[in-house]
């Protein structure tokens, strides 16, 4: 419901603004958090930073250049005129009246009397410690204009709180009203940790409440179809295949056989580590569905990682008399048709495609199997709907993230995980060096050589956070890497790139008419250029350790020599773990002593796994209390009718 007009104070004008910042209801505007606070105590002139007030002057003048303004007055401090100036803020001209006292942050000049001001509040601060709530923002608002429509709202709409009464008192919390009025008006930073607290542990708490109750509904949805394990069949199809499974295969083989066997319907999720190859596993249990007279299909995130996973199936099954097909983006009107045909007839025994293409409007004839690859990328709800596609098909899931048991327990706590940890023989380690910036010169003899060996390379740049322009960084680094090498062919892939564009490019990559591939972390997970021996991470300091690990695991995928070169010109002591350990679940487990220092996700959660104000990985610690605590609700639910009501309105969403 849109409630914002009802609150006094707020226009439509402003509600326009407002909705620009996804803002829709009174509930998103008060929970519409900071994303920093500026602190701050009055200094004299003097000090390193000075923050002083001073009274207006004279009216301010705004001189533009290039793309710039620049706003320059005089203020009074302490009977001392100064000049200040403060750039790209033409807009404060308006509120900078003669006589009006501001308080000015930044760094003063004695000799020139200039204070070069960084920011400048519209009041002032007085004596105390004052922190100001900084708000992400558009055009046309301010922080200051935000944060009074939040206290508008704040005032006039019932603020709902979800947690029981039993779960503040136990956790000895804030009620929700005060925490958000003091998340958006602090004055202290202890009472401020305590309402930050109190907020994730809502969202952390209504989280863990859905996943317990997935969990109990899986378990009363539970009832399969127990499947005939023709180990003999297996056998001879394995024995089929270019290589040995490893320990790990083989014991997540057993685990998936058992699972099948039984009359519970399979939830099961397989971790392991890039490379260790999750992919023939699921083959052979697709295999084992066959042997059953049931279909089955594998989806994945992109149509190129699809189009890889057909290719493979084909080659290994091509002396089994195995109707594969698979459906594409590219896949014509009348190819689509013929394919659901035979895919509701029957005829079709496994069927390979993207997620969206597979999930929406295809009727199976009787599916017995979903697999689905690089499972990390899909939230809670997209784990629900799958299983309700067909006749209680088993499910199993994909993912490269290898994360602490303890932690995978918690946040996939609604399926059984099976791990595989144990690499393909054979496969050499990739030599990880971790090199300051002022030593390109020996990294791009490096690349030369690989290049002159006829390999591919790969050069990743982090993407800039709440910038528009993600590309700058990866053009930048084409124009110098064109100039390096003049002769090679080099292909750029970013984040706004369409999903079709990015494929194209991946497929050039794959097909090696591209020699250097230039990207941000968008290169598609799973992708295997076997051919890729080298990849450059720069400013590698910005990733987590599981993100670095992850980037590298796209090299090093046969038994040539693989090379990861770490570029930095800041710290390296967390780098340098990378040179030596190459096992993702050891890597996985520094990042999460280190925490704060990145995210097991990535810098993206997916779906519903994205909160406003918590973190699965860095409040892991609250996470694990509100696991217990919504538990213990969930067992008399009926007694929260509000949150009954929010709990099954967030799983029956798409
Ligand atoms: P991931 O687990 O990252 O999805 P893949 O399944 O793509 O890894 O496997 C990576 C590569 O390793 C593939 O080329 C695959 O054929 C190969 N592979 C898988 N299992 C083995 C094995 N037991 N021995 C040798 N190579 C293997
Ligand atoms: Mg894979």
Redesign the pocket.
Known sequence: MNDLALIKGIGTSTITKLNKLDIYNSDDLITYYPYRYDILKKTNLFSDKVVVVGIIESIPTVNYFNRKNRLSFRINIDNKIVNTIIFNRAFLKQHLTIGKAVTVIGKYDSNKNVLTASDIKLEDIGDITKVFPIYHLIKGITSKNLNKYINLALKQSYVIDYLPEEIILKNDLLNKKEALNIIHNPVSSDKLKKAIYRCKYEELFLFMLKINELKNKNNLMNIGYSKNIDLNRIKEFIETLP????PD?EKTLDEIFDDLKSDKRMNRLVQ?D???????VAIISMYVMYLNGYQSTMMAPTEILAHQHFENMKKLFSNFDINICEILGSTSKKEKEIIKQDLESGKIDMIVGTHALIQDDIKFNNLGLIITDEQHRFGVNQRANLRNKGNMPDVLYLS?TPIPRTYALTIYGDMDISIIKTR??GRKPIITKVKNNSEIKGVLLKMKEELDNNHQIYIVSPLIENEESDDEDIKKLYRKFSLAFKDRNIGILHGKMSQKEKDEVMNKFLNKEIDILISTTVIEV?V?VKNATMMIIFDAYKFGLSTLHQLRGRVG?NDLQSYCVLMTDRETERLNIMENVSDGFVLAEEDFKLRGSGDLFGTKQSGDMNFKLANLTKDFDILLKTKEDSNMILSKISEYPLLKGLLYDSINKD
Do not use: H, M, N, W
């Open positions: 290589f040995k499974l490893t295969q392991g890039v490379g260790s190859g999750k992919t023939i490269a393909p023989e799973g295997d995928r």
